[in-house]
């Protein structure tokens, strides 16, 4: 990956300014090649990472693993493909292992979350089967530490 895109994705608000600075071109040049990565599909979006428990934000977060059926000269990617489109969907993966696929879902509750499992993506032709589970806590995402220091405040049992 190039030295633009790497300072892009670890902090997409600097300025084409600051960009330029750092990489030794003009901020034209940055422009001119940012927008040739976003028509290009290279950049696909810029988003903020939030501490959902910070902000107070009362979501449950699954990953679903799934065994699929392949299909005929199409492998995995029209199952994956039908399963992306699902709104409920925040990410597909392909997998290599025992599962051929992740889904990651954020939805409001725990019961929603497995309805959504059980009477839209289980009976999708071509999923054989389902697995379920919900993240309890995120202490790290894309790079960004979420949790704060903990302090076991359980006590000390001596007998």
Avoid: C, W
């Avoid at 199409?74 to 993966?93: C, K, P, T, W, Y």
């Avoid at 389902?130 to 995120?138: N, Q, Y």
């Amino acid at each position: 990956m190039d030295r633009l895109l790497s300072l892009l994705e670890s902090n997409a608000r600097l300025s084409n300014k600051e960009l330029a600075g750092m990489l030794g071109k003009s901020e034209e040049e940055i422009a001119e090649t940012i927008k040739m990565y976003e028509e290009t599909g290279v950049i696909k979006g810029y988003q903020a990472i939030i501490d959902k428990e910070k902000a107070n934000v009362q979501t449950v977060t699954a990953l679903i693993e799934l065994k699929i059926q392949p299909q005929f000269s199409r492998g995995f990617d029209s199952v994956a493909h039908r399963i992306a489109q699902l709104e409920e969907v925040e990410s597909v993966f392909l997998m290599s292992g025992s599962i051929d696929l992740v889904v990651m879902v954020t939805d409001k509750s725990f019961h929603e979350v497995a309805m959504f499992v059980a009477k839209r993506l289980s009976p999708l032709e071509g999923v054989v089967s389902t697995a379920t589970h919900f993240m309890l806590r995120k202490y790290k995402e894309k790079g960004v530490f979420l949790a704060d220091d903990n302090i076991d405040d359980r006590g000390t049992i001596s007998l």
